[in-house]
């Protein structure tokens, strides 16, 4: 399979824990993005890279979010204190440049359930 | 900050019933428009990009036309296999890679 790789699939965890989401893009793709979409909401960015580096970030998204993506390949999404508002599905999507047909190539998500 | 507004929020069809489902916009300049179809569960999966208003893409029962404020999802006899939640997302020119999405329709197509 060589679309993008999310894991966990889901995750439940407790108020105040923290958790780890991994993205494995498609492994030509120099451009990856985080968003989170809650139940019938549409996609919400959240940031983005272009190889390893951090380009844009959204001004939702508090401190105790962090993302890296160390060798411009796969890529974890931290969250820290986990908070009951923070359960959502959680969506990577990768992309080649969004300047052409501007297809984010999306993997079927981590669905975070926080107690 | 760009906005997009999708209606309705949700479309019930019985199977052949053609309709469009609406996306309106609001952006500093528009660099690319686009639909994705979403089945529950999953990730957004890559329809159409529109970049300028006049321009249409057709694919299977889909056509998508774009005008300066919005740009219309157009189904034509559709079959229960198109029930999903259709999302329009933009991109502006300014410099950024960040795509808005909408809210999303959720078509239902009744057999």
């Known amino acids: 399979d060589t679309g993008v790789s999310q894991n966990p699939r889901h995750k439940i965890t407790k108020r105040g824990q923290n958790v780890t989401f991994r993205c494995d893009p498609i492994?030509?793709?120099?451009?990856l993005y985080w968003y989170r979409q809650t139940l019938g909401q549409g996609p919400e960015f959240l940031t983005y890279?272009?190889?390893?580096?951090?380009?844009?970030k959204s001004r939702l998204l508090s401190d105790r979010f962090s993302a890296e993506r160390p060798k411009g390949s796969f890529s974890t999404l931290e969250i820290q204190r986990t908070e009951q508002g923070d359960s959502a599905m959680y969506l990577c999507?990768?992309?080649?440049?969004?300047?052409?047909?501007?297809?984010?190539?999306f993997g079927e998500g981590s669905r975070l359930t926080v107690l | 900050e760009d906005q997009v507004t999708q209606s309705p929020e949700a479309l019930r069809l019985q199977e052949g019933e053609s309709s469009s489902l609406n996306c309106s916009y609001t952006?500093?300049?528009?660099?690319?428009l686009f639909w994705y179809r979403q089945d529950p569960g999953k990730g957004p999966e890559f329809l159409f990009t529109l970049y300028s208003a006049g321009e249409e893409k057709e694919k299977e029962r889909l056509k998508a036309t774009l005008t300066k404020k919005e740009s219309f999802l157009h189904i034509t006899a559709p079959k229960p296999e198109d029930s999903a939640t259709y999302l329009c997302?933009?991109?502006?020119?300014?410099?950024?890679?960040?795509?808005?999405f909408g809210t999303g329709t959720k078509l239902q197509v009744i057999p």
């Open positions: 999507a990768s992309s080649l440049a969004i300047g052409n047909t501007g297809e984010l190539f």
């Open positions: 997302a933009v991109l502006d020119s300014g410099g950024y890679q960040k795509v808005t």
């Open positions: 890279f272009q190889n390893e580096a951090q380009l844009e």
């Open positions: 492994s030509e793709h120099n451009r």
């Open positions: 952006v500093s300049g528009l660099r690319g």
